[in-house]
């Protein structure tokens, strides 16, 4: 157990639909990536934040967005979904920002666009 | 954002020594080599990391070229349950990073 909590996990949803991804950090942990992971391919990162603010920014559509609130824990929000939506999403979390931090992953939200 | 390059497979035979290669020859003096790893079903795994100098861990151990432009993950025995796909990312600051296909390490019994 990584300790780091994502829910749902598992989502089915239609086509133009918005949904939330919710993420929870590991105690302690400031820093929080989302990644997107489709079939048979490798992990993207979409963003990252720190202590509530944004610090990175990835591949992330303009549809996606994120958050990070004074609880640390974070979401992300997917709206006018297409079938290409359809993947894992990781959450992990770190200390801190620095290059040698290692990241723990959730164990993912799986998103079904039908 | 440094590129690496991987293998897309390889195979083992159980309880033998594994070398996952990887190429980075963009990286920058700052950037740090990670390896992770993802099993079946699960989320990325950390496995090792370092900057210069070799590493070791209870899981494995890490060899970095003098000129850092590749490195080696070893997993000194392999067992069923390494079987997973390995990925080598290089992180720089700010932390953005982009895993790429990674290998897929097949253990045979």
């Known amino acids: 157990d990584s300790g780091v909590t994502q829910t749902p996990k598992h989502l089915i949803t239609a086509t133009g639909q918005r949904v939330t991804l919710r993420c929870s950090p590991r105690?302690?942990?400031?820093?929080v990536y989302w990644y997107q992971q489709s079939l048979d391919q490798g992990l993207q990162f979409l963003i990252q934040?720190?202590?509530?603010?944004?610090?990175a920014k990835g591949n992330i559509l303009e549809r996606f967005s994120a958050q990070q609130f004074p609880d640390l824990h974070s979401e992300l929000n997917l709206s006018s979904l297409e079938l290409g939506d359809s993947a894992l999403y990781f959450c992990?979390?770190?200390?801190?920002?620095?290059?040698?931090?290692?990241?723990?992953f959730g164990a993912g939200t799986r998103l079904s666009v039908l | 954002d440094a590129k690496t390059t991987q293998p897309n497979s390889m195979e083992s035979n159980e309880e033998e020594p594994v070398h996952l290669p990887c190429n980075h020859s963009t990286i920058s003096g700052t950037d740090y080599i990670h390896w992770y790893r993802q099993l079946p079903s699960q989320g990325p795994e950390y496995v090792i990391h370092?900057?210069?100098s070799n590493v070791n861990n209870r899981m494995a151990s890490l060899a970095i070229a003098e000129d850092r432009k590749s490195s080696t993950l070893i997993l000194h025995r392999a067992t069923l349950r390494d079987a997973a796909v390995y990925y080598c990312i290089i992180i720089g600051g700010y932390q953005k990073v982009t895993f790429g296909i990674g290998t897929k390490l097949q253990v045979i019994p």
């Open positions: 992990a979390s770190s200390t801190g920002i620095q290059a040698k931090n290692i990241q723990y």
């Open positions: 105690s302690g942990d400031l820093s």
């Open positions: 934040y720190y202590n509530g603010e944004e610090r």
């Open positions: 370092g900057l210069t």
